[in-house]
């Protein structure tokens, strides 16, 4: 019994020093996060698929897609040309993966020069990949419109 005792408590602290020693992972979510924005901003489609994990997959209310570079370069030529991205929350899921969401806002102007902007919530599931965090699945949904 006393066996069994000291087994799941080695068992555990091994557990909580490799999640300690893989850092925080709010922190590794919000260097992928400014990567995106700082992407986005360049508006640099390619580099922003690079960020998803292989077979990755941006879903919003259009439904789910792989193409990330080509749809973004549709967001960039719709106007938008900055975003902002904040990490509210993360979450480690074992060693190699983690979950978070947070808040994203889209500005820029339209064909016509009018300002544009949306913003909402994402969630993402991160994968490790080639020994980067990567995304895996990013949901993106949009704030509704104020009543009126």
Not at 114 to 119: H, L, W
């Amino acid at each position: 019994m006393l066996r069994t005792f000291f087994s799941c408590f080695f068992v555990a602290a091994l557990s909580l020093s490799t999640m300690a020693a893989d850092g925080d992972p709010k922190q590794k979510v919000e260097a992928v996060a400014a990567e995106y924005a700082a992407s986005f901003n360049k508006q640099d489609g390619a580099r922003i698929a690079a960020l998803f994990a292989s077979g990755g997959i941006h879903v919003n209310p259009a439904g789910p897609r792989s193409d990330i570079a080509e749809f973004y370069q549709g967001a960039f030529k719709a106007g938008f040309d900055r975003e902002e991205i904040t990490v509210g929350q993360a979450w480690p899921l074992g060693s190699d993966m983690a979950l978070a969401i947070g808040n994203y806002r889209l500005t820029g102007k339209n064909q016509s020069g009018a300002p544009i902007e949306t913003g909402g919530i994402w969630t993402a599931t991160y994968v490790t990949e080639g020994g980067k965090l990567k995304i895996r699945l990013l949901s993106a949904m949009p704030k509704p419109p104020p009543p009126k």
